[in-house]
């Protein structure tokens, strides 16, 4: 593989419910004459599009969660528990997703018992050497991947647009490198999935103890040196803030098959258009035009 290269990695998941929420707020499901909602699918759609457009990658794969459970249930009962159930009118748009998205030949990539970061993360591990990386995500979880050839785009408002993280950004704003991202969850917790951390340490402190310590480990080994309230919490709550830890930091070492030469972007134009023909795709068609004019300008 050359070092030219560059590969998308889509969090399929965060894309299909962030496109779902930004319309149904409005009671907006444009469902199909076959009585199929189709927001979700068209918003991730034009989202895909317009990331591709930007980033303009030489290869790009969609990963997505496979169910509510993975391993991490098994080792905190809580995890992600404070979830809700998926709206009724999102259910049908998960297979249907995963339907488009093939129809533009890009292949769509999950394994029972681990979450989308995971394939992402062991992707991401597995061809970082070799090529440039870019991540399309709405979840800050995925910044701990960052390094020099690994670049993190998280939604922003609006289609097409992106706080483009890299390395050099990263340790600008958080003052930290960006592996360091799994201690600081560890000692603060996170309350979208659901592990507290250790009780009573919250962001603002978890920062500043990972800027000066570098780790938890060497948190550990000067605890010391804390404030008497500091020593107190994390001692009072170890066994958490290591479970903690192990829930933050993102798997790449996933049992998954890749075949790498698949993941090239080659949008056959008169299958995509069948496709959102079949399905009642409303506003998509004039825009898969872009995804062949990046194809071709390579």
Known sequence: ?????????????????????????????????????????????????????????????????????????????????????????????????KEVVAALDIPNIGIEGYEADDCIGTLTKKFENEMKISILTGDRDILQLLNDDVNVLIFQKGIGNYKHYTKQLFIEEFEIEPHMLIDVKALMGDSSDNYPGVKGIGEKTAYKLIIQYKSIDRILENINELTKGQKTKIENDLDMLHLSRELAEINCHAPLDCIFEETLLNVNEEKAYAMIKNHELRGVQTLVKNITEVREAM
């Not at 560059?6 to 707020?25: E, W």
């Not at 009671?27 to 918003?43: D, E, R, Y």
């Not at 030489?58 to 080792?75: A, F, P, Q």
Request: hydrophobic share 45%; charged share 20%; aromatic share 12%.
């Open 1 to 97: 593989m050359k070092k030219e290269n560059h590969l998308l990695i889509v969090d399929g998941m965060a894309l299909l419910f962030r496109s779902f929420f930004a319309t149904s707020v409005y009671g907006q499901f444009m469902i199909n004459s076959k009585g199929i909602p189709t927001n979700a699918v068209t918003g991730l759609l034009k989202h895909l599009i317009a990331a591709i457009d930007y980033a303009k990658p030489s290869h790009v794969i969609c990963c997505w969660d496979m169910g509510s459970k993975t391993y991490r249930n098994e080792l905190f009962d809580g995890y992600k528990a404070n979830r809700p159930e998926a709206p009724v009118e999102l259910i049908p748009q998960f297979d249907l997703a």
